[in-house]
């Protein structure tokens, strides 16, 4: 049976790609720093990048600083904290200007770090309040949230994940980061193929579609996507990133 990632190895200079971080590259873990990065994953995304010409990105909700600490000594070419944070080939990190309001937003969950059911993640402009250790309490945590949202000035908005909600400045996404990445050497004139695992990804696959690439989810066939095609786990990501280099 052919597999979703064959046309990339069979022709690698007709396609970019762009891959998502956690529960993609890397398995998911209870919590953001309980996740272990597989020996070699580094070396072989460089690999993979130097039989594309250069053309792969890391699309991801984390902050470019942590992608950066944990991918040395390669630096991709980046968007993190979905989109808000881009590096783009050539030129240092960007981002979006900050809105008012972070101050207020940061003293107001402070006091659910106490929480043991919860874990607040402070990533430098965007807050996060994962609630793995307490599904059930799901709709409790996105009612609080929104009522955050809703006291703090314009330029906010509600990011919400597996187990997590988070809150960070509003009119970024994946799929506009896939979008301008498109736009300028390596990538331009190729066919992007966005793969995750999120609903946070479901912003790239459209983009990809539209532009006659590959869209791969990560994830139980069954669950609504605008993905195309679907991969079982990371590591059979992993295994097909071999097999293109291989």
């Not at 996060?128 to 996105?142: D, S």
């Not at 970024?172 to 990538?187: H, L, N």
Request: with cysteine; net charge negative; charged share 25%.
């Amino acid at each position: 049976m052919p597999h979703p990632l064959d046309p990339v190895r069979d022709a690698p200079d007709r396609f970019a790609l762009f891959l998502d971080i956690d529960g993609c590259l890397i398995d998911l873990a209870d919590t953001p720093d309980g996740i272990v990065i597989p020996d070699g994953l580094p070396d072989l995304l460089m690999r993979v990048s130097d039989r594309q010409g250069g053309a792969l990105a890391l699309v991801t909700g984390r902050q470019a600083t942590w992608v950066d600490r944990t991918f040395a000594p390669h630096n991709f070419p980046l968007a993190a904290l979905h989109g808000f944070q881009r590096r783009l080939p050539g030129n240092p990190l960007s981002a979006l200007p900050v809105p008012d309001g972070l101050d207020m937003a940061r003293a107001r969950m402070a006091p659910l770090a106490e929480d043991p059911d919860l874990l607040v993640e402070d990533k430098g402009i965007a807050l996060g309040l994962h609630y793995r250790a307490a599904p059930a309490r799901e709709a409790e945590m996105r009612t609080w949230m929104q009522g955050l949202l809703d006291d703090l000035p314009p330029g906010w908005e509600l990011q919400f994940g597996k187990m997590v909600v988070e809150l960070r400045p509003a009119g970024a996404t994946k799929g506009s980061a896939v979008r301008a990445f498109m736009e300028g050497a390596p990538f331009a004139g190729r066919r992007p193929v966005t793969i995750g695992d999120d609903v946070t990804d479901e912003t790239m696959f459209p983009v990809a579609n539209a532009m006659g690439g590959l869209s791969i989810r990560i994830a139980d066939p069954s669950e609504p996507t605008a993905a195309t095609a679907h991969l079982p786990s990371p590591s059979a990501l992993r295994a097909a990133l071999e097999r293109i280099v291989s």
